[in-house]
């Protein structure tokens, strides 16, 4: 209902460059209260205090959950790279490709424009979001998928910290699962680990940091929460007690 009552402020709002704060903010307040509605408790840790960015902020991947989840985490401004198809939801798909950056995973085209306009917008001031595996992880809650090294190279380019994030637990409340939407109850949790300055690197730095940054988002996942919850059973039939015996049972006094 939020999202029908504003939807032409927010389709003027994402028209202009101009408008894009706003609408980020009317995201952050709909990110808010769809965690809100659900009931879930998130849990947000912060490692070490966070000065003025514009930083890179480079999480794992693993749920529907994810980008509202960060939106409630991470303050002020921000900018996040999305999947393409993202733009092709019906009304809310628009909105997102005009205030955020969408990518082609398969496209390497798509994928160099990407960073240009992530480039752009860190010069600008506005943070940027980065899933560093590229897609929603095979293994989500227990094994990461290898790093890009397209978030690293940004970060090294423009001068600006990297923010490693782990979220251990949104496969739980909301997984990927093809062909359905699966949702649980389940506590959150969002590790936002101290910022690593990229001063002084350069692009051959790159898989070096790579690398760094994401042993430390694996250091706060939890290895025994790993896997899809099983689909629901409320609903399955349940076989009738049998209430004659077999053919071939021996009964008394036969």
């Not at 943070?127 to 809650?141: H, L, R, T």
């Amino acid at each position: 209902m939020p999202f029908v009552l504003t939807y032409p402020l927010q389709w003027l709002l994402s028209r202009r460059p101009a408008g894009h704060r706003y609408m980020h903010a009317l995201n952050r307040v709909w990110a808010l209260l769809f965690i809100r509605m659900w009931g879930i408790p998130v849990d947000i840790i912060r490692k070490a205090p966070m000065p003025t960015g514009p930083y890179v902020y480079v999480s794992n991947h693993s749920s529907y959950i994810d980008i509202p989840l960060l939106f409630k985490a991470i303050p002020g401004f921000l900018n996040i790279i999305g999947k393409s198809s993202l733009a092709k939801v019906p009304l809310w798909g628009t909105i997102f490709g005009n205030t955020y950056i969408t990518v082609n995973r398969d496209s390497v085209v798509s994928r160099a424009r990407s960073i240009v306009q992530a480039r752009k917008s860190l010069e600008e001031g506005r943070s940027v979001i980065i899933f560093a595996e590229g897609k929603i992880s095979d293994k989500p809650g227990e094994e990461l998928m290898p790093f890009k090294d397209g978030p690293f190279q940004l970060a090294i380019a423009v001068g600006v910290p990297v923010v490693p994030i782990t979220m251990p637990y949104n496969h739980h409340f909301m997984p990927d699962v093809s062909g359905s939407l699966r949702v649980r109850y389940a506590p959150l949790r969002v590790v936002m680990h101290a910022p690593i300055s990229t001063q002084g690197l350069t692009a051959a730095d790159a898989p070096a940091l790579r690398e760094r940054v994401q042993g430390i988002v694996a250091s706060a996942l939890d290895p025994a929460a790993g896997g899809i919850p099983e689909p629901s059973t409320w609903r399955t039939l349940v076989a009738p007690k049998r209430t004659t015996a077999p053919a071939d049972a021996v009964l008394p006094n036969s």
